[in-house]
């Protein structure tokens, strides 16, 4: 059973930074999606970066202010959020899709706060 687990998140004052941790259990392969999504109140989970071998991918409201990397030797996935608004409060998920196994595994969450 794989397992991803989330750290890093907190609360801020608009305009700060946090980085956020996701370290799996097992060995990352080059070809798998790690990605971080978030939820809001009220609102449905969306994507808010993706990578891929060395490609990625980030919504609108994160270009330029957000960076996702991974670190393979640790089996980490980070995601550098920076210039924080209020808008970006919410439950952030690590997630990995294996492609070479076709599953998907989630994380359990990590809050982040952003206040005014």
């Known amino acids: 059973q794989v397992r991803l687990v989330e750290s890093g998140g907190g609360l801020v004052q608009a305009g700060g930074s946090l980085r956020l941790s996701c370290a799996a259990s097992t060995d990352i392969f080059v070809d798998d999606l790690m990605g971080w999504y978030r939820q809001a109140p009220g609102n449905q989970r969306e994507l808010v970066a993706m990578?891929?071998?060395?490609?990625?991918n980030y919504a609108d409201s994160v270009k330029g202010r957000f960076t996702i990397s991974r670190d393979n030797a640790k089996n980490t996935v980070y995601l550098q959020m920076n210039s924080l608004k209020p808008d970006d409060t919410a439950v952030y998920y690590c997630n990995l899709r294996r492609i070479r196994y076709g599953t998907l595994h989630w994380g359990q969450g990590t809050q982040v706060t952003v206040s005014s």
């Open positions: 990578l891929t071998r060395s490609i990625t």
